[in-house]
């Protein structure tokens, strides 16, 4: 399998999330609306839930949504709860 997808050729087949990022990373700058779940652990349902009510923002390329990775980034931290909070 072609390291990342500027090596492969047109006819191969590949999923791309086996791909590295061109910049050497390991993560990619956006993931897709599936792998953005996964990442966070949550469901689709969830996912547009957020969308809609502006707590992650995506972006739009063609009909494609993309949730970038800093966005993902940022969204962890807004929802951590302190060991106070646990209660």
């Given at each position: 399998m072609p390291r990342n997808i500027f090596d492969a050729r047109p006819d191969e087949r590949f999923n791309s999330s086996e791909f590295v990022h061109p910049s050497g990373g390991d993560d990619p700058l956006c993931y897709s609306?599936?792998?953005?779940?996964r990442q966070l652990g949550i469901g689709r349902t969830k996912l547009y839930e957020m969308f809609?009510?502006?707590?992650?923002?995506?972006i739009k390329l063609?009909?494609?949504?993309?949730?970038?990775?800093?966005?993902?980034?940022?969204?962890?931290p807004a929802h951590r709860v302190g060991a106070s909070d646990a209660k």
């Open positions: 609306i599936a792998a953005a779940c809609s009510s502006g707590e992650l923002q995506y063609g009909k494609r949504r993309l949730v970038e990775r800093t966005a993902l980034q940022r969204l962890v």
